[in-house]
């Protein structure tokens, strides 16, 4: 694990009225932690970040799915454990 010094929200999320601050940081995070295969990080993981309930981080990601900003699948692994992948949706009005 690496000394962080910040966290760093991109203009493009904090410029934008349509993202609570809870779900700018939410997506900022996700976004940091994605590669071409998503976001494999689960609430838990979510919730000791920013600070929340897992039920809270669900409703945030089910918000921001529903306005646009991700798409989620879901999966089972190779061990049959049920997985989550979290994609940021590329939206030109928020480029």
């Known amino acids: 694990m690496t000394d ?25 995070e996700i976004e940091r932690l994605a590669s071409e ?14 600070g929340l309930s897992r039920s809270r981080v669900s409703e945030i990601i089910n918000k921001l799915s529903l306005k646009g900003y991700l798409e989620t699948q879901y999966f089972t692994d190779q061990d049959g454990q049920n997985r989550r992948r979290i994609y940021i949706v590329s939206k030109r009005e928020h480029l």
């Open 4 to 28: 962080s010094k910040g966290f760093l929200i991109p203009a493009k999320y904090w410029k934008d009225a349509d993202l609570s601050l809870s779900e700018k940081v939410m997506i900022t």
């Open 37 to 50: 295969d998503g976001c494999l990080e689960s609430n838990k993981y979510f919730a000791k970040f920013i």
